[in-house]
C-alpha cells in the first residue's frame, strides 16, 4: 500500500495529473495555470508534460474560460476550469448559470457538461479585496450545478478525479488557505463516494457541521469543548449540493443540537438552508434552534479585520454553549 | 456622431434612428453576386460556380421556409404558439450559411435561425416546439450538429468558440458557424469569443446577421462603424455581404469555413439584411421604424431576386415554381397539424434531465411531486 | 384626495415620471426603453418628454448597462438600470455583486450608489426560457445590496419612488405576471417605509409569507383556507433584503404556524433563510416547522409545465395542512 | 500563428511566449520624443514645447514614485504589506499619463496606478493602506478625482465611460482617464466599455499600459495585433506610445484628453513598456521570463533616459539631482514610519460603511459582535 504524506495543493496536482493520464479528453484552462503553474502552483509542471494543447494559458477572461468549456465539452473533452480567486468567478456568472447549469436539462439529455469549475475560496491568508471569498451559496442555489468543498487531502487527491470524472458540472471548492496543510494520502485506497458527508469525530452532546476551511476550525472547538466535558459530533459536509444530510439528521435526534459553520456571509449562505430541512426533519428532537456560525452580512473586510470577521474556534464554542442553554 | 458637451440634447441620440437603415448603396464594400433585380454580377476576389439545380434548390429552400414561417406566425396569433422569432426577410443568409455547412461542419444558432435549422435537417416540429412552450428544442444537437437554440444573447459564440477549439485537438478538418445579430456584438462575451477564436487561431466563423434592429434598437446604437470592421481589430478578417443575396452569402461563407478548417482562423461575416418583420409576434415595429423603410427593402426581397435570375435566366419554368408552392402547402399543413397535436410534455419531464445522474434530493421531490400530483387524481406518469 | 386606478405597469411608470420630474439627476437606462417604451411599456412616453440624455437606449449589454450606471452615480446621477428579462441580469452579475454592492464600504462611504436594478421577474406569462426566474436569492446573499419585491399598484407608485431617492443600491423586482393587475392608488397619500412587511389579510392558525408574485396566490389561499373554516395570517413582505421580520415573528408566536412562498427554487430560496431566522427566535412557539412553499430545484421548465412547477392556490393549501397536522 | 489543424501539437502555444518581447523597433508606428539614449526628437503629429521646470519636474516625479515603490517593496518583504504591485518600469507611462490630467479631470485606475496616485496629489500612506489591509485605500476619490484602485480586472473601464456619460450630460469640459493592462483588454466589460464610449461619443480616454504580461500569460495570448489597433474596430482613434518617454505619454495623452473634452470622444493609448519587477511580491517571474528579456528593456529606462536628456543638455545639474535624491530618502522614510506605524482599524469599521443607510439587521449584527467581543475583555470601540 503506497501512502504518500501531502499537502492539499501537492495532493490536487497530483489528482489532476492522473485524471489527465487516466482520460486524454481532460483539458485544464485557466490564467497562469501553464507556464507559471497556476498562482498556487496546483498545476505545477502539468503543461510541461501534457503539452500546450491539455493544460491551456487562456486569456484574461472568466466568461472565456467557462464558456469555451462548454463548447469543448459538447466536442466530448473534459474540461477542467480554473478560476484563479473566488472573487473573480462573476464575470463567468451567465455561462455557469444560464449555460453550464442548464445546457443538460435543455438538451434533454443529449449535452451532458462534464466541466468542473475549480476555485480557490475562502479567507484567511492576508489577501487584498476579492481574494478571500466564499461563493459557494450562489451555486448551491443554481439547479443544475454541483457542489465540493474539500478539506484535506485526502479528499483533494480522489474528489478532484471524481469530480472530472462526473458526467455533470461541478464546482469544485478549494481552501486555499489548508492548501499547505499536510495529511497521509493512502493512493491506493478505494475512495468514498463524492457527494456523501463524513463524520469526523464522534459526540453526543451536539452536532457540527462544516466543509472547507472550517472543518479544522471546528475539530478544534470540539478538541476544546472536550476539554470543558462537552461532546461534539463534528461532520465534514464534503458535498454543498447535494447536501448529504441524512447521516446529519440521524445525529441531531440523537444530540438534539446543532451548529452550522461556514465563512460566507450568514444571510442565505448554507447554513440557511442546512436549518431550514433538519428543522422540518427533526422538528420533535431538537431540543435547540439550528444554530448558524458565518461570516457577517457584510463585505468581506480588509485583511487587518478578517480574523474579527471569519468564524474561529471561539464562536463555534459559543455557540455550542448557546445551543445546550437553550 | 460627435456629441456637444456643451448641451446634454444631443448627447444621446440613437444615432441615424431618424434615418432610414437603407440597403449598403453599390459601390460600397459589401460582396453581391446577384443584383436585386436578378442580375449575376462577378465579384474579383469570391467566384461561384452553380449549377441550375443548386439554384433551384437554394430557392426551394427559401421558399418553403418562409412558407414556413408564415404558418409559424399564423399559429401564434391563433393561440397556438407562446412567440414566434419570424426570419422574413432573412431567408438568403440563413438559406445561404446553412447550406455553405459541410455535412461535418458544426453551426451554433440564436432564436431565429430556422433557416438554417432547416438546412441541418432539422423537423421544423422540433422548432415548433420550443415556440409552444412543450421543451426547449426537440431536435439531436449531436446528431444535427446543430447545437440548441440560445436565448441569451451572444453566449452561443463562445461555446462555438470552444468546440472549434476541440475540431482543433481532434485534428479534425471541419469548421463551426456562429451565429449572431448586431444587437450581439455590444456583448461581452461575443467579443471574448473573438479574442480566443484570434488567440487559438480556432476554426470559427461567425456569422452577423445585421438586419438592422436590436428590437427596436438601430444599428448605430451598437456600432458607428460597420461591423465587419470590428474583426480587424481582434486581428482576423472580416467582410460584409449582401445579405439579401443567397449566391454571395453562399460564395462567402464557403470560402470563410474552408480557410478556418485549413487551419487559417477565424472570419466575421456581416450579412447585411433587413428584419422584415417584427421582432417577435409579441414586437409592434410601428413605434420605432419608419414604414417607408420597409418598402425600400422589399425591393431587395431575397425571394423574388432569385426568382426573377432563375425566370429570366431559363433556369427554372412554371412548372418548377408550382411545384415548390405545392411542396410549401404541404409543409405548412404538416407544421400547423403537427404543432396543433403536439402532446404537452409529462409534468415529471422537468425533473428528469437536470443531471446525468439525479440526486437523491431531487428524486425526492420528483416522488413528492408525483404523489402529490396523484392526490388530486392526476395520472402523472411515473 | 387623487385616487386613481392603476395596473402595476401604469402605476411604475407614473412613479417614474414623478421621480423624474422631482429629480434632475434621474437617468434611465436600459435596453429598448427609449423608443419603444420598453418590452413591458413600464418607461412609455418617458423619453419624448424627458429627452433621449435622461431616458437612454443602450447598446445590448448589461454589464455595459450596471457598469456605466456606477459610473454615472460616481458623478452624482441617480440610474436607474432596467433589466429587460430576469434571465438576462446575470451578464451584469460582476458589476452588481463586485461594483454595486461594494463601492460604498470600498470607499468608506464616500462614494454612494444611488443605483436602482429593476428587474421584471417571476414566471407564469408563457415565455420561452430565460423569461421567467426569480433571481432574488442571488442579490440576498450579495451584501451591499437591498432588494425589494412589489406585489400591487400602490407599492409600486411609491417603491419606485422611495427606491429611486434612496442612497444605497436596490434591486427593485416587479411582478411581470401582475403587470396589468388593476387597483385604486391614492396618489397623494403618505407611503410607508419601503423596507417594511405588511399585514394583508389577518388571521390566527398559520402564518403565510410572500412577496412579489405569490402575495396574490398566498391571499387566494387564505380566502380558499376560510371556506374550510381556517384562518390565515397573510404578509407581504415586501422588501426581500433587509427582511422585516419582527411584525412577522409577533404573528408566528401566536399562530405557531408558519409557511413561505416564493416562486424560486426552494434550496437556498427565501424561504430558507427566513425558516432559520424564525425558527431561532420563535423556538419554544413553535407548533410546526416553517414550511417552505416554493419553485422545485430545477431549471425553470418549458411554459407548458409552468403550472406544475409554480407554487399554486392548492400546494400553499397542502403545506397549510401540513403544519396544522404536524 | 495559425494553428495546423493536423496535430494538437501547435495548436496551443502561447504564441510568441518564448521570443522575448523587445521594445518596438524605431520606424514601427510608435510615437516617441525622447530617444532611449535621451535625444529630443521631433514627432509629425505629437509635439510637446515643455520649459525646463516642468521635465525637472517629471523627472522629480518618477524618481520619487521610484523609490516609494522600492520601498514598498521593502517593507512588504519585512512584512510590513500584506502584497505589493510594483511599478517598476511603468513610471514614464504613469506620470506622463498622470500629468497630462487637468485638475477638473478625473482618473479611474488599476491596483498599480500608484505614479498617477502621485501626480493626483494622493497621499503614498493612503495608498500603502491598501496593501497592508486596513483598508481599501484611504483616499478621499471625490476630492483627489482619482477612484479607489479596481482589483476586479476591468472593472472600471465601465465606470470610467459611465463616468464620462455624466460628464457630458452635466455639459463639463472635462475628460476621463481610464487606465487597463494589457491582459484586461480580454475581458469583456473592457470592451463593453470601448462599445459603450464609441456609441455615446464620451470623453473617455482607455490608457492601456502594455507591460508586455498579465501575470505570467504574455501579450500573443491576449492579442495577435498590436492593441492600439483594437479601437478602429469600435470605431475611434488607437495610438501607441513609448511608455518609456514620459514626453510622448504626456504629449498623446493630453492630445487624446483634448479631443475628449470638445467632444470628439474617445481614445485608445497603448503605451508600450515593461513591467521590470515581478506581477506582484507573490510571483516570480523567473518562471515564466528571460533573464535577457529585462537585460533589454533596461537600456529602455524611462528615468535614465531623462535624466540623460537633462544632464546633457544642460538642464539640470548634480545639485538638483542631489536634491531630488534628498526628497526621496525623505519621502521614503515618511512612507516606512507612516506605515509601520499605522494604526489597525476598528473591528466595528466593517459593518459600518456596507450602506448608506444601515439595516436594522445589520445593526444587530454590529451590536451582537461588540458584545461578544466585550465578553473576551476585548475593549472595542463603538
Ligand atoms: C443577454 C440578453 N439580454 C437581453 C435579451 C433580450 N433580447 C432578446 S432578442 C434582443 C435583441 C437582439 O438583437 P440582435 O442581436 O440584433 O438579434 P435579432 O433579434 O435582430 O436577430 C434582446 C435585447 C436577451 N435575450 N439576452
Ligand atoms: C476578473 C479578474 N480575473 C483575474 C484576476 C487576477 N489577476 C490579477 S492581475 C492579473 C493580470 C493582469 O494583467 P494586466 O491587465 O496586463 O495588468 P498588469 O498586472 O500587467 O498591470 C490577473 C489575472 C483579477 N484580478 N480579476
Ligand atoms: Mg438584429
Ligand atoms: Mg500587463
Known sequence: MSTETLTIARALNLGLRKAMEDDAKVVLMGEDIGRLGGVFRITDGLQKDFGEARVVDTPLAEAGIVGTAVGLAMRGYRPVCEIQFDGFVFPACNQIVTQVARMHARSKGRLPMPIVIRIPFGGGIGAVEHHSESPEAYFAHTAGLKVVAVSNPADAYWGIQQAIASPDPIVFLEPKRRYWEKADVDLDAIPGPLFASRVVRGGDDVTVLAYGPMVKTALQAAEAAAGEGRSLEVFDLRSVSPLDLDPVMASVRRTGRCVVVHEAPTSLGLGAEIAARITESCFHSLEAPVLRVGGYDTPYPPSKLEEEYLPDLDRVLDAVDRAMEF | MTASPRTTEVVDPVPGAAAPHLPPASGQCTVQLLTPEGDRVEHPEYSLDIDADELRGLYRDMALVRRWDA????????????????????????????????????????????????????????????????????????????????????????????????????????????????????????????????????????????????????????????????????????????????????????????????????????????????????????????????????????????????????????????????????????????????????????????????????????????????????????
Open chain 2, 71 to 382: 404558418e409559424a406566425t399564423a399559429l401564434q396569433r391563433q393561440g397556438e404558439l407562446g412567440i414566434w422569432a419570424s426570419l422574413l426577410g432573412q431567408e438568403a443568409a440563413q438559406v445561404g450559411a446553412g447550406r455553405a455547412l459541410a455535412e461535418s461542419d458544426t453551426a451554433f444558432p440564436t432564436y431565429r435561425e430556422h433557416g438554417v435549422a432547416w438546412t441541418r435537417g432539422v423537423d421544423p416540429l422540433h422548432v415548433m416546439s420550443l415556440y409552444r412552450g412543450v421543451d426547449n428544442g426537440g431536435w439531436d444537437p449531436v446528431a444535427t450538429r446543430f447545437s440548441p437554440y440560445t436565448i441569451v444573447i451572444g453566449a452561443q459564440c463562445l461555446h462555438a468558440t470552444g468546440y472549434a477549439m476541440g475540431v482543433q485537438r481532434d485534428g479534425a478538418e471541419q469548421a463551426v458557424l456562429a451565429f449572431l445579430g448586431d444587437g450581439a456584438t455590444s456583448q461581452g462575451e461575443v467579443n471574448e469569443a473573438m479574442i480566443w477564436a484570434a488567440s487559438f487561431s480556432a476554426p470559427v466563423v461567425f456569422f452577423c446577421q445585421n438586419n438592422q434592429y436590436a428590437i427596436s434598437v438601430p444599428l448605430e446604437r451598437q456600432s458607428r462603424v460597420p461591423l465587419y470592421q470590428r474583426a480587424a481589430g481582434f486581428g482576423f478578417p472580416g467582410v460584409r455581404v449582401d445579405g439579401n443575396d443567397v449566391l454571395a452569402v453562399l460564395a462567402v461563407t464557403r470560402a470563410a469555413l474552408q480557410a478556418a478548417r485549413e487551419g487559417q482562423g477565424p472570419t466575421f461575416i456581416e450579412a447585411f439584411t433587413y428584419r422584415m418583420g417584427a421582432h417577435t409576434t409579441s414586437d409592434d415595429p410601428t413605434r420605432y421604424r419608419l414604414a417607408s423603410e420597409l418598402e425600400e427593402w422589399k425591393l431587395r426581397d431575397p425571394i423574388a431576386r432569385l426568382k426573377a435570375h432563375l425566370s429570366r435566366g431559363g433556369l427554372a419554368d412554371a412548372a418548377f415554381f408550382d411545384v415548390v408552392e405545392a411542396e410549401a402547402d404541404e409543409l405548412a399543413a404538416r407544421i400547423r397539424s403537427g404543432t396543433v397535436g403536439m402532446p404537452d410534455p409529462a409534468p415529471t419531464e422537468m425533473f428528469d434531465h437536470v443531471h446525468a445522474e439525479q440526486t437523491p434530493y431531487l428524486a425526492a421531490q420528483r416522488e413528492d411531486f408525483v404523489a402529490y400530483s396523484a392526490s388530486f387524481g392526476e395520472g402523472v406518469e411515473r
